[in-house]
């Protein structure tokens, strides 16, 4: 290979180097969140059975998120993973599901507290436990992923199934989250 060519082959990548580190500079500065849209924060509340609150739920860890609607959850020293029993968010390769995730991460953090509401079915087909998520100040996790638009309601079954497919068509309504912009 000649002289010049070897030249002008080095300035080539060089130059493309230059450009293609200016262009990733204000992506590696910028924080996680700052890459994503804005999410409008709806925090959603669902009214527990009758005579019940959230002290008569059973109480668990968290340990870990896996995605948009299950987390491994520590109950009575035993761990769980925890299917969230009234919402369906995007699953792995799915377009939202690391915004659903994401967000579930932010409403949930390891080592926080939550309470969990039984329904009618214990288990799901892949025998993850099935259960309503609560925060400590009453919040539904399941209500908010569906009221900010990072789920869908469950509809095959659940005490809160109506309520939870009215708040999926507010979200939808108001556009709010990323599944409001799919085709």
């Known amino acids: 290979m000649s002289r010049k060519l070897r ?25 996680d969140d700052a890459r994503h849209a804005e999410t409008e924060e709806v925090l959603t509340r669902l009214e527990l059975p009758a005579g019940m609150t959230l002290e008569d739920l059973d109480i668990g860890v968290v340990e870990g998120i896996v995605d948009g609607d299950t987390a491994d959850v520590l109950i009575d ?16 390769g799915e377009r939202c599901f690391r915004e659903a995730t994401d967000r579930n991460r932010h409403l949930i953090e390891e080592g926080d507290e939550i309470y969990l509401l039984k329904d009618a079915r214990e288990f799901d087909d892949f025998t ?6 609560f925060l400590q ?14 789920g869908e309601a469950w509809r095959r079954d ?16 108001a556009g709010r989250g990323c599944l409001a912009t799919l085709d």
């Open 158 to 173: 659940g005490r809160y199934r109506d309520q939870l497919i009215e708040i999926e068509r507010e979200a939808a309504a």
């Open 137 to 150: 100040d009453g919040t539904s996790v399941d209500a908010t992923l569906i009221a900010e638009g990072f």
């Open 7 to 31: 030249n002008g082959t080095f300035l080539v990548l060089f130059v493309f180097g230059i450009v293609a580190a200016i262009a990733v500079i204000p992506w590696l500065i910028a924080a």
């Open 128 to 133: 993850r436990l099935l259960r309503y998520v």
């Open 77 to 92: 020293g035993r761990m769980y993973r925890v299917r969230y029993y009234g919402v369906d968010t995007p699953e792995r």
